[in-house]
């Protein structure tokens, strides 16, 4: 188990409306890099948080945007839900300033549009 | 645009059988090449990874072969158990000193080692 937590493990929303996930980074960690896995894909790069900045963009519409923490936790928030946003939606932490690339991920959580 | 392509879909394997999973891609600038596991319900984990600069990297059972001339790797898995039984995921990347990579991945492979 890695020490990555994401929260909540499951949500429900409809069309429209908008949705804010949370992810809190593994100790010593000051990256975070959020995913979407449809079911039965990979995960897509969603965007990354470095020192509390944004680093890098996916190919992600603007309703897609997220926030680091002072204490490099992060969030994510999806405005104007569509059916396709549902998927898993995880985060990793890693430090690799401090020479530790690998990226950690979180259980992430399922977000289901109806 | 898919930029790292991953097979089989699936894979069924015998106990104590080698698992083989393939990817390709495309981007010559991936300089940094992961693999995952996935158990159900979990997030994936990293399993092996390897840069181009060897062709072949062995971990316990599990060994990547890298062939950069024709843009291909794969995961070979020796003695399959059936706690191996998980999605594989691929993926590939342009490391930079001091930011983390963004991970670009496969389609994923589900192993089924049976006994």
């Known amino acids: 188990e890695t020490g990555v937590t994401q929260s909540p493990t499951h949500l429900i929303k409809t069309r429209g409306q908008q949705v804010t996930l949370r992810c809190s980074s593994q100790?010593?960690?000051?990256?975070v890099s959020w995913y979407q896995q449809a079911l039965g894909q990979g995960p897509q790069f969603i965007f990354q948080y470095y020192r509390e900045e944004e680093n890098g963009r996916g190919n992600f519409p603007p309703r897609f945007s997220g926030l680091q923490f002072p204490n490099y936790s992060s969030e994510l928030n999806v405005n104007a839900l569509e059916l396709d946003d549902s998927a898993l939606y995880l985060c990793a932490s890693s430090r690799p300033d401090g020479g530790y690339n690998e990226q950690f991920f979180g259980p992430g959580t399922r977000l289901t549009v109806l | 645009q898919q930029q790292v392509k991953q097979s089989p879909q699936s894979l069924i394997v015998q106990k104590g059988g080698i698992s083989i999973i393939n990817c390709a891609y495309e981007n010559t600038a991936f300089d940094y090449f992961p693999w995952y596991q996935q158990f159900p319900g979990k997030g994936p984990a990293l399993l092996i990874a390897i840069r181009p600069d060897v062709s072949e990297k062995k971990e316990g059972r599990f060994t990547i072969s890298f062939n950069k001339s024709a843009k291909q790797f794969s995961l070979h898995i020796m003695d399959s158990q059936p706690g191996d039984s998980a999605t594989y995921f691929c993926?590939?990347?342009?490391?930079?000193?001091?930011?983390?990579?963004?991970?670009?991945f496969g389609t994923g492979t589900r192993l089924q080692v049976t006994l």
């Open positions: 100790s010593g960690h000051n990256t």
């Open positions: 993926a590939a990347s342009i490391e930079n000193t001091g930011t983390a990579s963004k991970l670009t």
